[in-house]
């Protein structure tokens, strides 16, 4: 699956399916909906699902955001999709 096709996967969801299920520690295949526990995976490292195999980023919650896609990277830094808890959606710079 390419990359934009994941970010379109991502946003088939709602705001609100996504973060309640990583709300609840889980987080959702974006190409087979399988559900990973996050509390056995290292924050903002690269996972693979258990089920496709599918690489994804593990979501990491900073204050009230919830970093979970890597956008590209380059001199500046990796830019990085963020969802607020309350389900606001930016777009913002991480070092
Ligand atoms: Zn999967």
């Known amino acids: 699956m390419g990359f934009f096709d994941k970010i379109k996967n991502l946003f088939a969801r ?3 399916q996504l973060i309640e299920v990583l709300n609840r520690g889980l987080y959702p295949c974006a190409n087979c909906k399988q559900e990973t526990r996050l509390d056995q995976l290292v ?4 996972g693979n699902c258990p089920k496709c195999n599918d ?7 900073m ?3 919830w970093v979970i896609e890597p956008l590209g990277a380059g001199g500046m ?4 999709l ?3 808890v309350g389900a606001h959606l930016g777009a913002g710079g991480a070092q």
Request: hydrophobic share 45%; aromatic share 12%.
């Open 43 to 46: 924050p903002l490292s690269f």
């Open 55 to 61: 690489l994804f980023l593990v979501p990491h919650l």
């Open 77 to 80: 830094g990796a830019m990085v």
């Open 14 to 16: 709602t705001p609100e």
């Open 82 to 84: 963020r969802r607020q």
């Open 63 to 65: 204050e009230d955001w």
